[in-house]
């Protein structure tokens, strides 16, 4: 298939048909379908660029890339926050060169030098740095759109807003902190083959067989409880490309974080029984991997966040995070459970970078060049718009690639 002679359409590239859902090796392998990602997703559509924890005071900024652009995020002396392109006006040099800081003003690191070479006339103040075309703040939450068109922010957000007040639920004032600096890693493969991971709930019981096994080890739970458990619940794919896994929620202190907690310190389940009713206790009690399209993963401990860096290459950033309004002690536990898994000596990535590395090797071979992508599509129902399967089926990640096809199909 001539992938690289396309100037219009990738549609066909995703074959969305009522028994056998697939997607070409290609959307994982050719240089020329991830630079149109860049343009058409990354450059188009809602993109999240951040959190305004990360910005507590006046002059703070961090650096993102958002596809190929790089833009600064920074907190202004009136307390909001903005998005410019990070670029001189001059010769095009990239004003903030550190990833995050603190500023009193931009500029670029020579000024405006020998302004005899302009007229007395010239008018500085035109040539500041140039806004980015769309942003959006939900509940600390910063998305940037670099298009002035296509659907609004709530628009984009809706199908997945009653998942993210939950999870934000956790913490009885809804408030959560980042704690900095994010930990990240980078692997040699397609940034969509993180973004199929963070939500399936086929992979756990085999790749991370490991993790299960020192947790048997440690009498703390044994293979078959967690295989168990990981049976449980439902995968969720929603409009507009996002998608999440979800475990059940529960005031059973033996089966649920929260609960856990609430029986573990009296005040945090005083505060969190003056906020919630019990059947919301039980909602926000559920574990949830939360997709949102294109680059964020809301998880219980961290904000992951995917960063394209090549056809072949992706950033991943785990910004673990804080609940405002709980005793310390949970805080702490978060955080020790999240390194346990999720950290840089952790079991899970090491297991999943090796299994995006053998796909990405694959994913080269010309005799089969078709993934599919049909687990669970027999079964797979819908309930108030959404789509719902099995805990293992790949409901998610079909609703990651309708709408990355529909991305795609635009001029």
């Known amino acids: 298939m001539a992938v690289t002679e396309r100037t219009q359409s990738y549609a066909d590239l995703v074959a969305d048909d009522p028994r056998e859902f697939r997607v070409h090796g290609s959307v994982y392998t050719d240089a020329e379908v991830f630079g149109s990602e860049m343009d058409r997703i990354y450059e188009r559509t809602w993109v999240y660029a951040g959190h305004e924890s990360e910005l507590p005071a006046a002059g703070d900024y961090k650096t993102v890339l958002v596809g190929t652009q ?33 500023s009193n003003f931009f500029r670029c690191r020579i000024g405006m030098s020998q302004s005899t070479g302009y007229p007395d006339d010239f008018d500085r103040g035109a040539y500041g740095l140039v806004p980015v075309s769309r942003m959006a703040n939900y509940r600390g939450l910063f ?22 007040d939950a999870w934000l639920g956790r913490s009885p004032v809804e408030q959560i902190e980042l704690l900095l600096p994010p930990h990240r890693y980078e692997y040699p493969g397609n940034w969509k083959l993180q973004a199929e991971n963070g939500y399936d709930g086929y992979h756990g019981n085999y790749v991370h067989l490991s993790w299960q096994r020192v947790l048997q080890l440690s009498k703390e739970s044994t293979v078959e409880e967690v295989q168990r ?36 310190y009296p005040e945090y389940a005083e505060a969190m ?17 939360i997709f949102i399209f294109p680059n964020l993963y809301l998880f219980d401990t961290h904000l992951r966040v995917i960063v394209p860096k090549a056809v072949n290459r992706t950033e991943v950033q785990l910004y673990v995070y804080a609940l405002h309004g709980v005793p310390d002690a949970i805080n702490d536990g978060r955080i020790r459970g999240h390194e346990r898994f ?45 789509r719902v399967g099995h805990t293992t089926d790949e409901t998610p990640q079909r609703s990651l690639y309708r709408q990355w096809r529909l991305e795609m199909s635009r001029p």
Request: proline residues 5%.
């Open 342 to 386: 999720y950290g840089p000596a952790g079991f899970g990535a090491p297991d999943d970078i090796e299994v995006f590395t053998e796909v990405q090797t694959g994913a080269q071979a010309r005799g089969n060049e078709w993934n599919l992508f049909s687990r669970g599509q027999h079964r797979e129902r819908v309930e108030n718009g959404e």
């Open 70 to 102: 790089p833009v600064v995020l920074s907190r202004h002396e009136d307390g909001k926050i903005y998005a410019l392109y990070n670029r001189c006006r001059h010769r095009g040099a990239v004003v903030c060169r550190q990833e995050r800081g603190h």
């Open 273 to 289: 029984r003056a906020k919630y009713a019990e059947t919301q206790l039980i909602d926000l009690s559920a574990r949830r991997n």
């Open 229 to 264: 458990y990981r049976q449980e619940g439902a995968a969720r794919g929603l409009l507009n490309g996002h998608g999440l896994l979800e475990r059940p929620g529960s005031l059973n202190p033996a089966s649920s974080w929260t609960a856990r907690m609430m029986d573990r």
């Open 143 to 164: 998305f940037i759109s670099l298009s002035d068109h296509g659907p609004t922010f709530d628009e984009h957000i809706g199908p997945a807003r009653k998942y993210i």
